[in-house]
């Protein structure tokens, strides 16, 4: 049977001929060297692109500059002196090998670049609005000259390093970009004024490397089709669409469609935007040149870009973020194994830990980064030499992913759940606002592993230390998750949980108090401001909230909360409560609030396991928040370390 049938059609870029309309899209991944030579972790992590059947991969960007000027992540890879082509020449051999369309990004991070540096290249000095971003130098004319020549000799060099594709990337605040919006090109010369002068860099390195690598050699590039920069002074979407006009007039041969910059003050690429959403503006696009557009950006499942090809909107479907989740989508799509496919969220850990400075990793695919390791199983577990029958206690995230792969190894394994609906805390998490029910995604691919692997799950029934001794297990395995900490000062009739709220439904006074302003208390927040009218006072015991939030959603849940005024009391730690009235320290002062209900968000592991099964003859473990109270990534990784390394 046939799956995704324009997927699966062939496509054509310039003279290639292209398998299918799937091209993986450029990430950084910091698996290189300091100084930009490529390493086998970056090259294992291609291999795996290119085996998973997509059409086309494309490397992550490289800096094309010695300076470095250009480069934005310690991690990056160069490709500005001919030392770096038979590295770079080891990527495109694996990608090719294996049966896709090898495809170099040149990238100077402008803006966003000089990462080891005291200042970064911009054509005008505007104000950086992210922090962790170097202070601006105006870019002089002769630098211009100098980088057009960096980006065709670089364009020269991933030719003689057997690349089939070259791509451009323009967009978010790399340096093409900053030249192209009104918003960070300032300038006074021949590249500012209408929409074409500010092109006018763009123009001349596309046509720099045309002539350089000839028509044989398709070149495409990254543009932004609709900035979100209204509130600063950046592009309409009209000089945006004619940005890709220009860059087919210059000798483009593909565009691919990008939303929003890093600096954007609404949300682009996670889950509260729905999949999908962002295809009327490749549609824009598509609408105005004649060369073939693809998008990536929230097009998670593959029929939502199937639907997208079949109505003219895009020409191919480049994916980032759900191929680092999955490397194999491609080849499970067309094979009709979509149930098989590891769910990305949208959560954005990968992207986040780039300007940490920290290789990039994934919450629901902890063998990123080590595909080339034979331990970590990436492509299958060797056989295993002693059988174990092994319990699981608790069937959330942690338990779920340990049980799968323990199962796949081939271990005889058995899962408890107390309650008869697995995924145990993200239940929680999958409430608290229209988009994070995607959270539900990997749970229910975990439990379809598991089901694949011959698990047997035991839902609504409680595991108790008696019913393990019984059991007679080999190895104990504890993911019960964990519970809301005791407040021996509160008055415990008016005391809540966020399971009470967000699950049971039950409805707090208007006046709440929430203790914690981490991840979970955020959530409760975001959560009862979504649903009805409270005051509502959070209670924080450091100085930081959301300490265990990804950036890309912190700043949302506080602009959110500010706006339905939000009280937050930092450095308050709770004294006591007579009545109604709560007291709490904060630095050097007492305060006081009164409150009609509250909700403690602080969490300890579930049960002391550890101690309940003292004695016994199986080996017990503890995995996920029946350890730790953490993340989703955490529980993930938690139970896929314990299970590859149980023999």
Not at 595 to 617: F, H, M, N
């Amino acid at each position: 049977m046939e799956y995704y049938s324009h997927i699966f059609s062939q496509g054509h870029i310039g003279s290639l001929i292209i398998k299918n309309r799937i091209k993986y899209a450029a990430t950084e991944t910091n698996f290189n060297t300091i100084n930009g030579y490529v390493t086998d972790k970056e090259v294992a992590y291609m291999e795996a692109q290119a085996k998973g059947g997509a059409g086309i991969v494309t490397t992550q960007g490289a800096y094309p500059d010695i300076k470095a000027e250009g480069k934005g992540f310690k991690g990056m890879m160069s490709i500005s002196d001919d030392k770096f082509i038979p590295g770079l020449a080891r990527i495109s051999e694996v990608i090719k090998q294996n049966g896709a369309v090898s495809c170099l990004q040149i990238l100077h991070c402008g803006r966003e670049g000089g990462v080891e540096l005291d200042y970064c290249l911009m054509p005008s000095v505007v104000p950086q609005k992210l922090s962790y971003f170097k202070q601006p130098r105006e870019i002089s004319k002769k630098q211009i000259n100098e980088s057009i020549h960096d980006h065709v000799k670089a364009a020269r060099r991933a030719v003689d390093a057997g690349y089939e594709m070259i791509e451009l990337s323009g967009i978010v605040g790399y340096l093409i970009s900053t030249f192209i919006s009104r918003y960070t090109n300032k300038r006074q010369d021949e590249y500012n004024g209408n929409i074409r002068d500010r092109c006018r860099i763009m123009m001349e390195v596309i046509q720099g490397i045309k002539a350089e690598v000839g028509n044989s050699i398709p070149l495409g590039i990254r543009l932004c089709g609709l900035e979100l920069l209204d509130d600063r002074g950046g592009n309409t979407v009209e000089e945006s669409i004619e940005s890709f006009r220009i860059a087919e007039e210059a000798g483009a041969d593909y565009v691919s469609v990008t939303i929003g910059w890093h600096e954007s003050s609404q949300s682009v690429i996670t889950r509260d935007v729905p999949m999908g959403h962002w295809l009327y503006v490749a549609e824009m696009v598509k609408k105005a040149v004649n060369v073939p557009v693809m998008m990536a950006f929230r097009q998670f499942l593959p029929e939502i870009p199937e639907k997208a090809i079949g109505e003219g909107k895009i020409d191919f479907w480049e994916a980032c973020r759900p191929m680092i989740a999955d490397p194999e989508i491609p080849r499970k799509s067309k094979e009709g194994r979509t149930d098989e496919i590891i769910p990305c969220i949208a959560c954005n850990v990968c992207f986040s830990r780039l300007y940490y400075h920290q290789p990039i990793m994934c919450s629901v695919r902890p063998t990123l980064g080590h595909e080339g390791e034979e331990s970590w199983g990436y492509y299958g577990f060797p056989p295993i030499k002693d059988r174990k029958s092994i319990i699981v206690v608790g069937g959330g995230p942690a338990g779920l992913q340990f049980a799968s792969i323990a199962a796949k190894k081939g271990h005889k394994v058995t899962l408890y759940e107390k309650n008869n609906i697995l995924g145990g805390n993200i239940l929680l998490a999958s409430k608290v606002d229209h988009g994070a029910i995607e959270l539900l995604r990997p749970v229910k691919y975990l439990e379809s592993e598991c089901h694949r692997q011959k698990v047997e799950i035991n839902p609504g029934i409680e595991c108790t230390p008696q019913l393990l001794t019984e059991k007679n297990a080999d190895i104990v395995v504890i993911a019960t998750g964990s519970h809301i900490k005791h407040y021996s000062l509160l008055e415990s009739s008016i005391l809540l949980s966020p399971e009470d709220i967000i699950v049971n439904g039950m409805l707090p006074g208007k006046r709440v108090a929430i203790i914690g302003g981490e991840g979970v208390g955020l959530g409760v927040a975001v959560f009862l401001s979504g649903s009805g009218d409270y005051d509502i006072t959070i209670i924080e015991k450091t100085n930081k909230l959301g300490r265990d939030v990804n950036p890309f959603y912190l700043w949302q849940y506080i602009q959110l909360l500010k706006k339905k005024r939000v009280v937050f009391m930092m450095n308050s730690q709770i004294n006591g409560m007579e009545g109604s009235v709560l007291s709490m320290g904060s630095l050097n002062e007492q305060k006081t609030i009164e409150v009609d209900s509250i909700i403690v968000t602080y969490r300890q592991p579930a049960v002391d396991w550890k101690t309940a099964l003292e004695g016994t003859k199986e080996k017990v473990y503890l995995i996920g928040d029946a350890k730790k109270p953490r993340r989703l990534n955490n529980a993930i990784h938690d139970g896929y370390r314990l299970g590859m390394e149980i023999q």
